[in-house]
């Protein structure tokens, strides 16, 4: 047997140079990421490009739990008094129940009580949070637009829940 050489194709490409990948690509691909880590670097360094959320201290804090009823009602009630803040019928409070859903699933998952309360938070900077105090997840409601965030801050009450 003769060598792989004497097959025709490979004897043919003696002399000839091989394909390399593209040095112009690669060096613009080099150049891409050392002005991402130089422009991250320079944000950090200066502040200058950086969002931050800065909410502040809490201006008012209510605890609450939000449970479902057979006929698929949402019932919004103070924490700590029982007192009902607001129902929900089966085609109205879309985004409280839509949140309600989300927190459902969070707390099987993290296979804790679906009795323990939630906390809205109202914070200096008018932004309003949802926290479920057995997870300890939060999230901003504005992320949802303002109007979503105003469903809930209605469930602050008239007084703006316990301030604190």
């Known amino acids: 047997m003769g060598s792989v050489s004497h097959l025709g194709y490979f004897g043919k490409r003696k002399g000839k140079r091989t394909n390399t990948f593209p040095k112009g690509v690669l060096i613009g691909a080099i150049a891409l990421l050392v002005f991402a880590a130089g422009a991250v670097v320079f944000g950090q360094t200066t502040g200058i490009g950086v969002i931050k ?3 502040g201290a809490p201006v008012a804090i209510r605890d ?12 919004v009630k103070d924490a700590r008094s029982g007192v009902q803040i607001a129902a929900y019928e089966k085609d109205a ?7 309600l859903r989300a927190f459902e699933r969070m707390r099987m998952v993290a296979k804790v009580s679906d009795t323990a309360p939630y906390r809205i938070i109202k914070w200096e900077a ?10 300890g997840e939060r999230i901003y409601l ?8 105003a469903a809930f801050e209605f469930l602050l009450g008239q007084e703006g829940g316990a301030s604190q």
């Not at 409070?93 to 949140?99: D, N, Q």
């Open 53 to 55: 959320h800065r909410a």
């Open 64 to 75: 609450v739990t939000i449970t479902r009823s057979a006929g698929d009602q949402v019932i």
């Open 93 to 99: 409070g879309g985004f409280v129940r839509g949140s």
């Open 142 to 149: 504005e992320a949802f637009g303002k109007d979503n965030a």
């Open 126 to 135: 008018g932004t309003v949070s949802l926290s479920d105090t057995a997870t």
